[in-house]
Antibody, heavy 117, light 110 residues
């Protein structure tokens, strides 16, 4: 079964750093792009960026360029989303999802990030 | 920046047919944007319904169908059921590895 399993919920303070993870299984991890998607409370889905784990080629949405960093460790089939200095406005659910061609499937279960002083 | 537009909300009667659409702030949606559609219920990750305009994902009932209608992508639900009450999102592929989500449509079945 193709599966993406994300790390658990996080509660952080403004200014702290954070790295959340997404582990793929059931397929060749290096052969498919992994995207990250944000969903702020009560809001819609936003495409943040994408990485190809084989060579770590990365593309960001202009809205998220410079705000987050996407990386991957092919040796453990894991992709990451990282912040160097969190803001309250980063409070959201974050999903990773595999890109199949030009669509997205399957989805991880989501990681809830709460940033509050 | 390109904006992908969807109806904020829609309602349909049980057993009825509804068509949700997905457009561009500037220009027309064509198959070249490879539109895909996702269903999300509260507290759950999205579920893939349709990709490449009109291909149903595995396990998706055939009452869900995708198409291009005029200058927009469309998701049609035929014979709506109570558990179709969800948020629906379209995604357009812009090229150069970039995809953009629409704002989502909240579908009510009543």
């Amino acid at each position: 079964e193709v599966q993406l399993v994300q790390s658990g919920a996080e509660v952080k303070k403004p200014g702290e750093s954070l790295k959340i993870s997404c582990k793929g299984s059931g397929y060749t991890f290096t052969s498919f792009w992994i995207a990250w998607v944000r969903q702020m409370p009560g809001k819609g889905l936003e495409w943040m960026g994408i990485i190809y784990p084989d060579d770590s080629e990365t593309t960001y949405s202009p809205s998220f360029q410079g705000q987050v960093s996407i990386s991957a460790d092919r040796s453990i089939s894991t992709a990451y989303l990282q912040w160097s200095s969190l803001k309250a406005s980063d409070t959201a659910m974050y999903y990773c999802v595999r890109r199949e061609g030009t669509w997205f499937d399957p989805w991880g279960q989501g990681t809830l990030v709460t940033v509050s002083s | 920046q390109t904006v992908v537009t969807q109806e904020p909300s829609f309602s349909v009667s049980p057993g009825g047919t509804v068509t949700l659409t997905c457009g561009l702030s500037s220009g027309s949606v064509s198959t070249s944007y490879y539109p895909s559609w996702y269903q999300q219920t509260p507290g759950q990750p999205p579920r893939t319904l349709i990709y490449s305009t009109n291909t149903r994902s595995s396990g998706v009932p055939d009452r869900f169908s995708g198409s291009i209608l005029g200058n927009r992508a469309a998701l049609t639900i035929t014979g709506a059921q109570a558990d179709d009450e969800s948020d629906y999102y379209c995604v357009l592929y812009m090229g150069s590895g970039i995809s953009v989500f629409g704002g989502g449509t909240k579908l009510t079945v009543l």
